[in-house]
């Protein structure tokens, strides 16, 4: 069978499979949101970190006027790709409001101050917007400080696959690397990766990224580095049984015969016959990196506010799950749910198309 054929039977029994079809619609969908996630998001300012206090905590459908004043210095639009990575600046302040009237070249309101209570103002309309009041609906409600928890939730989508994709590349990277050479040359060599492989084992995973996180500090960039150096193991075990397997083989034998040098052997000839397994891994890997950067979160040593993450997301609002607004922190967890089963999900389509006995 040519590997065309090869291919093409491959993706066809992947994409037979529901779970798999689902996964890769969800996670590219996911991609796709996380591209262009500032101007997905109903709050487009940067990190959707718009806070109006006012309406903090507010249940889902919550619906709002908002008077729209400008600011006292002047906002420069950015260009459409600085907007793409980091959002716009918001051009004016936002003031909640539950009724208003145009009286001659002013506007008289009722600011929102809580439920049932409002304060009375009044603004020349030359320091407001050609559309003075614009409604909002806020769909999943907002966080304790005013802020739209869709757009959070949208921005945060960035630091899940962000976190996924770059700590896979660095356990694939140190993974296969250290199980290559340990599979291929085996004596010492596979003795002391080994040793290596056993003791960071060992270490229980959560233990060690804390460490890792601590010497390296609190932010994004470090919680990559720490998620990547904890995820290698699975992966250089796995890449060492398969070169154990295929270094045997007739065809291995011959590139030796023919003079190869081991880099030439091992990068051209058995790693190329080994990505399969090592796909599935990385599909697992990304879904427990995902995991692993909410907790972290969580606990106060992953990503650091105003910056959205689904982890920090459910710290900052997981008591009102027993109060009046569950959904705070059910929103985020519910999207961290679908992104790993998505995940494993495709996986597991993975291991099956490749499955010879299918």
């Given at each position: 069978m040519s590997v065309q054929n090869k291919d093409r039977r491959f993706f066809n029994k992947l994409i037979r499979n529901k779970g798999a079809f689902f996964g890769m619609i969800l996670i590219a969908c996911s991609m796709l949101l996380a591209l262009f996630a500032y101007f997905a998001a109903p709050d487009g300012s940067p990190n959707a970190n718009r806070m109006i206090p006012e309406i903090g905590s507010k249940k889902p459908g919550f619906t709002i006027g908002l008077l729209q004043v400008y600011k006292t210095r002047t906002i420069q639009a950015p260009g459409w790709f600085t907007r793409l990575i980091e959002g716009q600046e918001d051009h004016y302040d936002y003031i909640?409001?539950?009724a208003?009237?145009?009286n001659g070249d002013s506007i008289y309101f009722q600011k929102f101050i809580d439920d049932g209570v409002t304060e009375a103002g009044v603004l020349p309309l030359r320091a407001l917007s050609v559309t003075p009041v614009r409604q909002v609906t806020y769909t999943i409600g907002t966080d304790k400080f005013g802020?739209?928890?869709?757009?959070?939730l949208i921005i945060g989508v960035r630091v899940s696959l962000s976190v996924g994709l770059i700590a896979v590349l660095i356990s694939l990277t140190i993974g296969i690397f250290l199980g290559s050479l340990a599979g291929y040359f085996r004596g010492w060599v596979d003795d002391v990766i080994m040793w290596l492989i056993n003791v960071i084992w060992s270490?229980?995973?959560l233990l060690l990224v804390f460490a890792i996180t601590l010497a390296?500090?609190?932010g994004f960039w470090q919680v990559f580095i720490a998620v990547g150096l904890t995820m290698w193991v699975n992966v250089a075990r796995l890449v060492r049984g398969q070169v154990l397997a295929v270094r045997e083989l007739e065809y291995i034998e011959a590139t030796r015969a023919l003079g190869y040098s081991h880099l030439r052997t091992i990068v051209k000839h058995i790693l190329p016959n080994i990505l399969g397994p090592v796909m599935v891994i990385a599909a697992s890997n990304f879904a427990s990196a995902i995991v692993i950067e909410a907790g972290l979160s969580f606990l106060g040593v992953g990503?650091?506010?105003?910056q959205p993450s689904w982890g920090l997301?459910?710290?900052e609002n997981y008591n009102f799950i027993i109060t009046h607004n569950p959904m705070l922190a059910l929103a985020p967890g519910i999207a961290i749910m679908l992104l790993v089963l998505?995940?494993?999900?495709l996986g597991n389509g993975l291991r099956d198309a490749m499955s010879v006995r299918n």
């Open positions: 909640p409001i539950s208003y009237r145009i802020r739209d928890i869709a757009s959070r270490i229980p995973t390296l500090g609190k990503v650091q506010p105003p997301m459910i710290k998505a995940f494993n999900l």
